[in-house]
């Protein structure tokens, strides 16, 4: 991990740690939780495109798969909410794999027609698997995480649980990029054929990342169903993973704290558009589409050549 | 028998455009060769089919008396085959010694978790990784720059990158396509030194060119290919004096 790296993730520590200090309001640091959660998803997401260039429109279904799969052991087997995070890690690890596999054999953008049935699939199977998923109308009472005896019951105790994970999330990506298979995925990235050249089996680390982006969604999916103490599929629709690849798009991609970034700002921004009222959709719209015409790179890269460019004059 | 790389009667269609039609020639041992043509004769075809980028319509590879034709290219690294392009290919988004820690890939092995948790098998391994990256880039001169990103360097410089990465797979054949393309005559003239250095540390090459005074200068041996066929093969000397090829190639120049 280089020095700025380092200095970034001290500075969001710094941010994190005072943030529920300055927030009083219990339904913004509510707010709070969810971009951590769903920063968890598009942490994920970014390495996917940026490094493997391959968009994946079924992450809402991960994220349900996790919630789900969580919620229901917890709930209707009893078992603990850890307990029921671990399985939700294999089970999307496996469906990932499943979907995956044949998918990315194939050059061009196979995986995104998958993950898009994939997507309308679980969705079904959510609504329609009644006995288990409550169907349209979910199910809820589910419990909280504890951390030993100590229940994660206020909200900012559940900021700090989530936010925590997140860093360590971050930490481990960061690993992963300064590493041997890191700078494999960025070889990839920057000609595929040079890559293969090199003795990098492109296919195998396209699958590699896409089952680890699917796991970081299985583990939002659990801790959101824990958060919100219930589920029901309107959650989880097709809808959602195309806003979760926009919160990339708009952060920049094959960097992942423009995932975090471009996650805050598209989590937070329509609380601030109320004020609006009819018309929040169509500013909402107006942002993205200014953020994509100036700042194409992301708002993150975006901003810092910008920074660059006034210090040079 | 005893030769590295054998081709025999290789054929490539793309579409219904004969882009190889029945190539067959062979390499010996720490041996120097050229392919000569002119354009579109099917130069880097061969070098495209040689390291897996396509599959041969029809035709053989024998690498060390072993098939390589059906295999994806990321194993016939393995096998020792490395190679540059003719439109340098680097990897822009990385620094130069990045570039060259890529090309180690093939020879290190920690995988997926291990660099997740940073184990110490992996962090072992990168400090091998990175020293052994840079005895390269002081190999080919360019030790200076290792910190910095690859896209600043000049087009020379990036060629040399190329050439480092491919030597840190550990070749046993090298394939260069093209190295002297875009570069002075003084450029021109180092290229042919480090050539010179590489195969004296055991590497045969093989290598596709256009500026002819490299060519006879360095190769022992030249194969000319016109319209996908071997049209004349043999050492510099019988090549310039091949009548057939002076008719169909030196002859324009």
């Known amino acids: ?167 360590l999330i971050l930490l481990i990506c960061l690993n992963l990029i300064h590493s041997r298979v890191g700078r494999a995925l960025r070889a990839i990235h920057g000609s595929e054929v040079a890559a293969q050249a090199m003795g990098i089996n492109i296919g195998k680390y396209k699958l590699q990342i896409f089952i680890l982006s699917a796991i970081f969604a299985g583990i939002a999916g659990s801790l959101y169903a824990h958060f919100v103490t219930f589920v029901s599929p309107s959650s989880f629709t097709v809808m959602f993973s195309v806003v979760l690849v926009t919160m990339v798009a708009v952060g920049g991609m094959a960097n992942i704290w423009g995932a975090v970034m471009g996650t805050a700002l598209l989590a937070i921004l329509p609380e601030y558009l109320r004020i609006f009222k009819d018309y929040d959709i169509l500013i909402y719209g107006a942002v993205l589409l200014l953020i994509m015409i100036f700042l194409p790179e992301g708002l993150l890269m975006g901003v810092f050549s910008i920074i660059k460019k006034e210090k040079n004059e | 028998m005893n030769s590295l790389l054998k081709v025999v009667e290789l054929r490539k269609k793309f579409g219904g455009v004969v882009a190889l039609d029945g190539v067959s020639f062979s390499l010996s041992n720490n041996c120097i060769k050229a392919i000569i043509g002119p354009n579109g004769a099917g130069k880097t075809t061969i070098f495209n089919i040689i390291s897996g980028v396509y599959s041969p319509s029809s035709g053989k590879i024998l690498f060390k008396g072993e098939r390589i034709d059906r295999l994806r290219a990321h194993l016939i690294v393995k096998k020792g085959i490395s190679r540059t392009f003719q439109n340098v290919q680097v990897f822009p988004n990385m620094t130069t010694v990045e570039n060259v820690m890529v090309g180690l890939h093939s020879q290190t092995k920690s995988e997926f978790l291990a660099c997740i948790f940073k184990l110490r098998s992996a962090r072992r391994e990168e400090r091998k990784i990175y020293s052994r990256a840079m005895e390269l880039l002081e190999f080919v001169g360019l030790q200076e720059k290792a910190n910095r990103p690859v896209d600043t360097l000049t087009f020379h410089q990036q060629r040399l990158v190329e050439i480092a990465r491919a030597l840190a797979t550990e070749p046993v054949l090298l394939l260069l396509d093209e190295p002297a393309a875009g570069l002075n005559i003084k450029e021109t003239q180092q290229m042919a030194e480090l050539i010179y250095k590489i195969k004296e540390m055991g590497i045969s090459i093989l290598l596709v060119e256009h500026d002819m005074d490299l060519v006879m200068d360095i190769s022992e041996e030249v194969v000319v290919l016109n319209s996908g066929k071997v049209i004349a093969e043999g050492t510099p000397r019988e090549i310039q004096n091949n009548e057939k090829v002076i008719a169909t190639y030196l002859g324009r120049e």
Do not use: C
């Open chain 1, 1 to 167: 991990m280089g020095k700025k790296n380092l200095y970034s993730l001290l500075v969001l520590v710094g941010i994190i740690f005072a943030l529920p200090l300055i927030v009083r309001n219990p339904y913004y640091v509510g707010i709070l939780v969810f971009v951590g959660i769903y920063s968890l998803i598009t942490i994920g997401l970014s390495l996917l495109m940026g490094y493997a260039g391959q968009i994946s429109l079924g992450h809402a279904a991960f994220f349900g798969l996790g919630a789900y799969t969580s919620g229901i052991l917890s709930t209707r087997f009893g078992f603990s909410p850890w307990f029921g995070m671990f399985t939700a890690v294999f089970l999307t690890a496996g469906v990932a794999y499943l979907i995956g596999a044949p998918a990315l054999k194939l050059k061009g953008h196979y995986l995104a027609m998958a993950t898009l049935a994939f997507g309308e699939i679980i969705y079904i199977v959510f609504n329609e698997w009644i006995e288990y998923t409550g169907g349209p109308s979910g199910f809820g009472q589910i419990p909280r995480f504890s951390l030993g005896n100590f229940s994660l019951d206020s909200d900012v105790a559940y900021y700090y649980f989530v936010w925590t994970v997140v860093l």
